[in-house]
Every structure is written in structure tokens, then in C-alpha cells.
């Protein structure tokens, strides 16, 4: 009898909003693609979505082999759970599509497994380029699509990856490679006890204020705002799903061993890019899938539960177990090149939105939470719609947090007007305190308080003149903030509006990087940075200063 694995997502951008899905069926013993499937399929919830989804995974397996044993593996717990017949289906929009799609195969000939969000980017791809597609007013078609496949992969052993692929499918996920000796991942050292900046370090520098150019690199300082990739990644659950033998929605049916000898070479190439190469235009590289825990088992609780002040979907959170919290970031990661500690399940992801201009903001002068409080200019509020434009086209944002202070306030309402969300104003996301430093710009304050800025240029924990805050309190103060967030979003990708020192704290902290780095890091108004935080303590910077919506 023959075997295939079916893996199937669907979202909705907006949810409800413009919808689509994604579903592959693969060989569980090469992992090559045997079928895929997308489609838009108009105004639809994201769980409406992901049953389309898997009615049209199932009914591609189907055509490629009546009698095939079928593993399903999906993100989405909901979708497991109720057709594994462990939690009813109480929303009348979900009923008859489960009931359809228990009937495409007959149940003995079917399984299913709840897989993390990181390991379903191929039926994601799909979904995502389904909803493009539907955008732009035009069907998915599959001789279009790159779903299937990762960029060009740097120089590496990709033959080695390819087989590690394999390997993994054949296993059924269950298996996890061997972490090299130097692969742990070192704790996060207290803030509090944060090495001082050398003596003179970043004099050159811009300030790190919330001003243009704030913090531009010194010294070996590496600007990575233009190499970023130009969107966020399309988060699993967020994808889209088919509509059931909707015309224009499939391709060919193939021939079960033809079919299978027919891929195999271009199989082997796909698997050792993706194990080789990180996925363009996301924040999850492929090569994600090797280096962490490769399943949770089909009952395994999902991290993400909607957070009680946050809307839910129709059809999901009322069945869905809450999850624990996260254990606190360690803010490191794993070494480069090796594998990370066990993942317990998907990443909490942070976007981080710088706000938009101020008028203080081309005059680089220093604006933090002690100064006048100012609103975004028209060249901010033009910078706002155009990230919130990006960001719908994503469809990948759940929730949005801001900080208190107005020109982030203004900046986030944009955004989640756009993206039929509200705005939950956390107090942590502040800017710095300047103190008397204020409204000034950097050679301002360099003349009138030569010794106070240089102990600040010098120290962590030297205050701005007058009474502000020293870096070591703002990163006590965002590192506290971060692990609420973390616990309250576990599992989710939020959206956190804030200011220039917040967002490179956080940045420093996910790397575990000295101090002197905030001067070392540009960020742009109206910028996106992101770093994504698993269960496990690891952190994992993916994105830096993306400004290509603005452009």
C-alpha cells in the first residue's frame, strides 16, 4: 500500500479577510513533491482556510493513489484535534467541511499530526502565493509557483543537507541531530552587571536616541538595513487553504510510481537547497527544520493561546488548550551552525516597528520620554501608511503593541486600522529618559555637557544629564517587558511599535551582545526588525532595520 505525507495551511489576511491555502503531498521516504495545490478563495477565517487546505491535500492524495496511507500533518491544532475526534467541532462554519473531508478517504487510511509552524513553510509558501495571486486578482497556477523551492544556496555541503531532509521525513520527525560540542548556548549575562563601553567608544557615533541615524555604526559596526529581506515571514495559520475541486486550483494528477521517479532528481536538488539555504522573504530559514525538535506529538499542546485582552477568531480559541508560559529568553540563541536546544513549540515572534518621523527626527536631535512628546510629521504619517500596507500584504500580525508615547501611538493605529486590529499600549516600550538632554542634538549636548556625556558614551550606567536613564535601567526595564509580552503572546506573531534604544535592546539582548553594540547598529524611522523567542530560551534575530517599504 502506498504511503504519503499530506501537509496542508491556510490562512486569512485579516481574518476574516482575503483568504487562500496551500497543500503538498510528499513521499515520506525522499521527500519530494509528489502534488501541489493552492487557491484563493475569497472573504474567509483562517480555520475555514485551513480545512480547504486539507480537503485538497487529501483529494490530491487521492488522485494519485486510492488506497494510499495518509499522514496529515498541519499547524493547526484546531484542525488536528477535531479530526482526530479529540475536541468537538462546535462552529457551524467548521462542520461541514470536516465532514467533508473525512469523506475523502476512508478514516483507517488516514492520520494526523500536529506539526510547528516552522516545519509546514512548504503548504505556507503555497498559501501565501495563493493569496498574492487573489490580490492581483488572478488564480494560483502552479507552473507560476516557487513554493517548492529555496533560493540558491551558499557554499556548503547541501548533498549532506539533502540526505538530512530525507532522513528526517522518513523518520516521521521524530529524530533530531546530534548538537555539535560547542553548539550550547551560554546564559544570558544579568543586566545589571553589563560591561561598561571602553573608554571613548562611539564618540564618532550618532547618539541612540529616538532621532535619525541614531546609532550609526562605529568601528566595525555592520549596517544591515538594506540586505534584509524586503517582507516578514508568512507565519503558519496565517497562510490559506483550497477550496475543494475548485476549477483552476490544481494541477495534473500524477501516476503513483511514475510520478515518484519523475521527481526524484529535481527532489534532491529541492531538498538540499532548503537544507542549505534560509527561505527568502521569511524570517524561519529551512534549514530551521534540522536543527530543532522535529515534531510534537498529535495531542501536544500549542503554544499561542490568544492572550484574554486580545480578540479571538471565530471558530478557534474557545477549544484550544492554553499553553505555559515561556521560560524567560536567554536572548542568545543557539551557536552558529549548530543545533539548538529541544523547541517546544512555535516561536513567539516580536516585529519591531520603529514609529514614523517627528520633526525632531531629521534634526537628529534627542526625543525620549522626557521631552515634549512629539507627533508624527506628514513624511511620518505617509511612513505609517506604507508600513501598514506592507505589513496587511504579510498577513502575518495577530496582535499590536505600542508604546504610550504619541508618535508610536499614531504609528500603530495606522497599522492596526489597516489590519482590523487594536492597539494595547504597553508602558515598558518607552524611549529613554534624555533628561536634560532633550530636544538637543548631539553636538549641542557635547558643549554644553562635555563630562555627562562622556561617562554616558563610557558607561551603561551613567544617566543623561538632569535625571534620565541610564542604559542599564532601559534594558532592565524592556527585558522585564519582553518576558510579560512573551508570556501573554506565546506562540504569536505581535507587532511592537516602540522607539530606537527599545528595539536595539532587544536586538542586543537576542544576540547576547556587549553593550557598545547599541552604537554600532542603525535604525531607520519607520523601520522593521524582528526576533523570534521559542519555549526553550533560545532567541533568533531575523530581521534588522528592513526599510524596503519605504522605498
Known sequence: MPRFVVEADGGSRGNPGPAGYGAVVLDPVTGETLAERAEF???????????????????????????AEVRVRMDSKLVVEQMSGRWKIKHPDMRPLAAEAATVLPRGQVTYEWIPRERNKHADRLANEAMDAGRHGRQWEPSASSAALAPAAPPGDAAKGAAAVRAAMASGGTGRPTPPPDSATPERPPAQAAPGLPSGAGTGSAPVGDHAGAGMPAGGGTRSADSAGPG???IAGTGSAPAAGSAGAAEPPLAGAAARAAHRAAADQRAARSAAAPEAGTLFGAAEVLTRAQAAPAGAPVSGSAPSSAPAAAGTAAQTPAAPAPAPASGTGSAAGGAGGPDMGAPATFVLLRHGETALTPQKRFSGSGGTDPELSPAGRRQALAVAEALAARGTVQAVVSSPLLRCRETAQAVADRLG??????????????????????????ERFPDDLQAWLDSPKAAPTGGGESFAAVTRRVAATRDRLLSAYAGRTVLLVTHVTPVKTLVRLALGAPPESLFKMELSAASLSAVAYYADGNASLRLLNDTSHLR
Not at 499600549?425 to 549636548?445: H, I, Y
Open 41 to 67: 478563495i475569497g472573504i474567509a477565517t483562517n480555520n475555514v482556510a485551513e480545512y480547504r487546505g486539507l480537503i485538497a491535500g487529501l483529494k490530491a492524495a487521492r488522485e494519485l493513489a486510492p488506497d
Open 232 to 234: 516578514l515571514p508568512a
Open 421 to 446: 486590529l487594536t492597539v494595547t499600549v504597553e508602558e515598558g516600550l518607552r524611549e529613554t529618559d534624555f533628561g536634560a538632554w532633550e530636544g538637543l542634538t548631539f553636538a549641542e549636548v557635547r
